[in-house]
T-cell receptor
């Protein structure tokens, strides 16, 4: 069964540095998402992406964050000037369509900011 | 998105059925009921969804009350691999994203 894959599985970064989290969605999917989960807390929506542009974003997704689909397979989340509170699990998801299509999640990247 | 209420935790014996309840008294007519689960150290995983009628798939069954104010996810025969946090999520037909609550942590006892 096709899977969403995320790399790296664990990223350790100094505060203030930039980090790029990578995702390979399922190949025929058209909708892409990033969520995050701070340790012990809920899974939170960050951003959705369709047709090479952001379709929706949450309040968390401020100017520090950006997303890109640089080629036909990868979907990336860039976090600039990382802060301690950016430490979390970041999950990528993809879906075939929008309306009531299941979202398929990767196993996440654990981001640790020191 | 409308709010759902789930018990914080439940236990089940292995190989027995499990009924995970969810209350959603403020559900609107265009809200679908989605269930996801999150196994330890993994991302969320889609389980099942429905609107009004009961639904079955290879993973589980979803029983929806006639007034749609509550639903129950049924695992017919719990295995150790079913130990996870189960999330009941209301998702409007036009909604793009998912809003996760705190879910129900299911422990399966061997």
């Amino acid at each position: 069964e096709p899977e969403v894959t995320q790399t790296p599985s664990h990223q350790v970064t100094q505060m203030g540095q930039e980090v790029i989290l990578r995702c390979v969605p399922i190949s025929n999917h058209l909708y892409f998402y990033w969520y995050r989960q701070i340790l012990g807390q809920k899974v939170e929506f960050l951003v959705s992406f369709y047709n090479n542009e952001i379709s929706e974003k949450s309040e968390i997704f401020d100017d520090q964050f950006s997303v890109e689909r640089p080629d036909g397979s990868n979907f990336t989340l860039k976090i600039r000037s990382t802060k301690l509170e950016d430490s979390a699990m970041y999950f990528c998801a993809s879906a075939l369509g929008r309306q009531n299509q299941p979202q398929h999640f990767g196993d996440g990247t654990r981001l640790s900011i020191l | 998105d409308a709010k759902t209420t789930q018990p914080n935790s439940m236990e089940s014996n292995e190989e027995e059925p499990v009924h995970l309840p969810c209350n959603h008294s403020t559900i609107s007519g265009t809200d679908y009921i989605h269930w996801y689960r999150q196994l330890p150290s993994q991302g969320p995983e889609y389980v099942i969804h429905g609107l009004t009628s009961n639904v079955n798939n290879r993973m589980a069954s979803l029983a929806i009350a006639e007034d749609r104010k509550s639903s129950t996810l049924i695992l017919h025969r719990a295995t150790l691999r079913d130990a996870a946090v189960y999330y009941c999520i209301l998702r409007d037909i036009e909604a793009n994203n998912l809003f996760f609550g705190t879910g129900t942590r299911l422990t399966v006892i061997p």
